[in-house]
């Protein structure tokens, strides 16, 4: 069975910072594409930032320079270092992996940034 658990979301004020993890279960882990995906509401879910097997890391224009992605693949662990948050960062975080046709999904985390 494959899980992935997100954690970290939570309520921070504009111009602070979240750390969220994702733990993989069930997966070989190394083998696939991992991302940071979210969805505000009335809105599509979009890319935030990932992390390819191949050690590449892409981001969303809208993130880059304040968000860092990272993943530690002996313990099965997708992070994202998120500062200098501002209110249009607020949205549902979820956590994905993706090996060609296989896409897994989190349940998601709430991130709110308001004062």
């Known amino acids: 069975q494959v899980q992935l658990v997100e954690s970290g979301g939570g309520l921070v004020q504009p111009g602070g910072s979240l750390r969220l993890s994702c733990v993989a279960s069930g997966i070989s882990f190394s083998y696939y594409d991992m991302g940071w995906y979210r969805q505000a509401p009335g809105k599509e879910r979009e890319l935030v930032a990932e992390?390819?097997?191949?050690?590449?890391?892409n981001y969303a224009d809208f993130v880059k320079g304040r968000f860092t992605i990272s993943r530690d693949n002996a313990q099965n662990t997708v992070s994202l270092q998120m500062d200098s948050l501002k209110a249009q960062d607020t949205a549902v975080y979820y956590c994905n992996a993706g090996e060609n046709d296989i896409n897994y999904w989190g349940q998601g985390t709430q991130v709110t940034v308001s004062s």
């Open positions: 992390f390819t097997t191949w050690g590449r890391t």
